[in-house]
């Protein structure tokens, strides 16, 4: 049986959607039944380029290609419904500082120009010029909040009346921001060593803790809950766990013993995510399970889905035009699929 990877997912009526990036095909994830199967209404993948991220938006998803050409406009229902084209100039390790929904609208803020866009439910798109030094963001309610590469500049949009402005931060990082969130009126920020950043957002984002991450190694994710953050790593191995009452580290080692990283080394390990109510389901972006984690206590789950046979797997690949391996399908899928060409 093959390997699943996926970097990215999306959510329809609480399923998990996503491309399988072996076959190129659009897969569902039921986390009821713990089984992925096919998702035959969404037609083959219409693009040779990988896709950064999803949005859903007015009840239509929107695939943003990692070239920065293209979007893609899918209806979950239909499939593949066109393209838009936007010129986002590709930049190196991701084209787009935040990528979210506001009022049915799609909003992006392009890194190489410093743009923040917003794409109407008529496909226009407004564009406003912000700063080229915009490295990351998330949005809370109706206010973006971005930070430059290394967290000293915050910047605000606020969605609603169009504005925006910027402060200085007070943390002396010295690697890039990796990821943002917020939790309980507060913004966190991380560092590619796996540093940690607290800010105030009700005292003007002040600095009310910082955290030293003792590991400091390679991490691009995190999962807040009321007594933990779970850390998880980019190009390294080790999931950290910060300890919120006592302030300490550890290291996480309780994988499954079948666990296994099968992706490429130069990828990162944890990706796209989901929050379905108080659970976070992570992306298989290069290893055999989903991690799903609580965001009420920190409890980390790893879930072995319940996978395609190799039959459905050669049924599917015959609509692609990927190539059939004997790898993929199993050996005696692929003598009947030989002796059917034949």
């Known amino acids: 049986m093959r390997d699943w990877i ?47 991220k999803y949005c859903v938006a007015n009840s239509k998803i929107y695939a943003f290609l990692e070239s920065g050409n293209k979007i893609l406009k899918i209806d979950p229902a239909k499939g593949y419904e066109g393209y838009l084209a936007i010129n986002s ?40 010029q912000l700063s080229k030094d915009i490295h990351i963001g ?21 969605l609603k009346r169009l504005t925006w402005s910027n402060k200085k931060l007070q943390w002396d990082s010295t690697e890039e921001i990796t ?18 950043c607290e800010l105030d957002a009700s005292e003007k984002y002040k600095t009310c803790n910082s955290f030293i991450n003792p590991v400091g190694k390679s991490f691009t994710r995190f999962t807040i809950s009321k007594e933990r953050i779970i850390i998880l790593p980019s190009l390294d191995e080790q999931i950290c766990i910060l300890d919120r009452n006592e302030n300490k580290f550890t290291v996480f080692n309780d994988y499954p013993q079948d666990y296994k990283y099968v992706g490429n080394r130069n990828w990162s390990k944890f990706k796209g995510f989901n929050d379905i109510g108080e659970f976070r389901y992570y992306s298989m972006r290069s290893a055999n399970y989903i991690l799903k984690i609580s965001k009420e206590n920190g409890e980390i789950c790893f879930i072995k889905p319940n996978v395609p046979t190799a039959s ?26 030989v002796l059917g060409k034949q």
């Open 312 to 337: 459905e797997d050669l049924e599917r690949l015959l609509i692609s035009d990927g190539i059939v391996k004997e790898s993929d399908v199993g050996i005696d899928n692929f003598v009947k699929y």
């Open 138 to 158: 998330c949005k809370t309610n109706s206010v973006l909040v971005m930070v430059d590469r290394f967290g000293r500049n915050l910047f605000e949009f606020d």
């Open 89 to 128: 100039h590709k930049a190196d390790w991701g084209n787009y500082a935040v990528i979210d929904d506001y009022n049915d609208s799609v909003i992006f803020f392009e890194k190489k120009t410093g743009k923040l866009k917003i794409l109407s439910t008529n496909d226009v798109i407004e564009e406003y």
């Open 6 to 52: 996926f970097r990215e997912s999306f959510l329809v009526d609480n399923f998990l959607i996503f491309l399988d990036e072996k076959t190129n095909l659009f897969a569902r994830y039921d986390i009821k039944n713990n089984r992925i199967h096919y998702e035959p209404q969404l037609k083959v993948f219409p693009e040779n380029d990988a896709i950064e």
């Open 179 to 196: 990821y943002m969130e917020y939790f309980d009126n507060h913004l966190f920020l991380l560092n590619r060593k796996g540093d940690l």
